[in-house]
C-alpha cells in the first residue's frame, strides 16, 4: 500500500494568507469543500477541513482543534510551524438503511400473506382460527373485549 501524499505547509500561509479554515480568500482561489466534525472531549471539539489549495489546485485535508468553551479560546494549530496536509479524492458509496416499521392489516405488508408455506414445517394457524379457538375456551370473546377498557 502506498503511504499518503502529504504536504507541510507554513501554518502562516494557511491560516492567515489563505484564510483556511474560517475566512477562505476566494479571489486566492481557495475554496472549503467540507468540513467534517470528529470527536469531541470536554474541552475540545475536533475538525477535519477539506479544501482547495490555490497554488497548485489540489484538495487536501487538514485536522485542527476547537475550544468547547469561552475559556479554551483556541485557534487552528496556534502552537505549530507548520501544518501537514493531506492529499484528497471524493469516493462516493452507497449505504442502505433498514427502518423497521409497524405494519397495518390490509396494507399487502407480509403480515398479509398466506400463514403457510406448503412443505415449511408445521401449520401456524390464522387469526380466524386462534379466535375459534379462544372462544371455544373462554366466557366471552376476547376480539370483542378489546373494545373495553382493560
Same mark, same amino acid.
Given at each position: 500500500?502506498?503511504?499518503?501524499?502529504?504536504?507541510?505547509?507554513?501554518?502562516?500561509?494557511?491560516?492567515?494568507?489563505?484564510?483556511?479554515?474560517?475566512?477562505?480568500?476566494?479571489?486566492?482561489?481557495?475554496?472549503?469543500?467540507?468540513?467534517?466534525? *470528529?470527536?469531541?472531549?470536554?474541552?475540545?471539539?475536533?475538525?477535519? &477541513?477539506?479544501?482547495?489549495? =490555490?497554488?497548485?489546485?489540489? @484538495?487536501? %485535508?487538514?485536522?485542527?482543534?476547537?475550544?468547547?468553551?469561552?475559556?479554551?479560546?483556541?485557534?487552528?494549530?496556534?502552537?505549530?510551524?507548520?501544518?501537514?496536509?493531506?492529499?484528497?479524492?471524493?469516493?462516493?458509496?452507497?449505504?442502505?438503511?433498514?427502518?423497521?416499521?409497524?405494519?397495518?392489516? *390490509?396494507?399487502?405488508?407480509?403480515?398479509?400473506?398466506?400463514?403457510? &408455506?406448503?412443505?415449511?414445517? =408445521?401449520?401456524?394457524?390464522? @387469526?380466524? %382460527?386462534?379466535?375459534?379457538?379462544?372462544?371455544?375456551?373462554?366466557?366471552?370473546?376476547?376480539?370483542?373485549?378489546?373494545?373495553?377498557?382493560?
Amino acid at each position: 500500500m502506498s503511504p499518503n501524499i502529504i504536504r507541510k505547509v507554513p501554518r502562516e500561509l494557511i491560516y492567515e494568507t489563505w484564510g483556511v479554515p474560517f475566512d477562505p480568500d476566494e479571489e486566492l482561489g481557495v475554496r472549503i469543500l467540507d468540513e467534517i466534525l *470528529g470527536d469531541s472531549g470536554r474541552w475540545e471539539q475536533h475538525h477535519t &477541513v477539506v479544501f482547495k489549495a =490555490p497554488d497548485d489546485g489540489l @484538495i487536501y %485535508e487538514a485536522n485542527y482543534s476547537s475550544g468547547l468553551t469561552e475559556y479554551q479560546d483556541q485557534r487552528p494549530w496556534e502552537d505549530e510551524d507548520e501544518v501537514t496536509i493531506t492529499r484528497v479524492e471524493s469516493k462516493q458509496r452507497v449505504i442502505t438503511v433498514t427502518d423497521w416499521i409497524p405494519v397495518k392489516h *390490509g396494507t399487502g405488508a407480509i403480515a398479509d400473506l398466506p400463514r403457510r &408455506v406448503p412443505g415449511a414445517g =408445521p401449520k401456524i394457524p390464522t @387469526i380466524e %382460527e386462534l379466535k375459534a379457538q379462544w372462544a371455544s375456551n373462554n366466557e366471552y370473546d376476547l376480539w370483542e373485549a378489546e373494545e373495553e377498557t382493560w
